[in-house]
């Protein structure tokens, strides 16, 4: 069974950036779909983004053209560089295997990690 360990998190100001990495051990993370999700304060927890195992990549659509999703096989991580942040991406964000990146996390079973804080304010 995968896991995941997710960091990167932190505060930071509207416009600004932030790069998070999820370590991934139990399998090559290029043999599964991987997904970043996120839960907002109050919020159900909804897709950001996805990459497949041959690379393709799917986003939300409030994140495209300001995230994207990166896998690094030699060190097992997917990455996800956020710009142009806004007050609405804060929220706990986590990496989990994924159904064919439909982004879907209601529907996929399985505990989740820690996960990373994200907080756009300023």
């Known amino acids: 069974q995968l896991q995941f360990v997710e960091s990167g998190g932190g505060l930071v100001q509207p416009g600004g950036s932030l790069r998070l990495s999820c370590v991934v051990s139990g399998a090559p993370p290029n043999k599964h779909y991987i997904g970043w999700f996120r839960q907002a304060p109050g919020k159900e927890r909804e897709g950001v983004s996805c990459i497949s195992p041959a690379g393709s990549t799917t986003y939300a659509d409030s994140v495209k053209g300001r995230f994207t999703i990166s896998r690094d096989n030699d060190k097992s991580t997917i990455h996800l560089q956020m710009d142009s942040l806004k007050p609405e991406d804060t929220g706990i964000y986590y990496c989990?295997?994924?159904?064919?990146?439909?982004?879907?996390?209601?529907?996929?079973?399985?505990?989740w990690g820690q996960g990373t804080e994200v907080t756009v304010s300023g």
């Open positions: 989990k295997t994924d159904v064919f990146c439909r982004l879907r996390p209601s529907t996929l079973f399985g505990p």
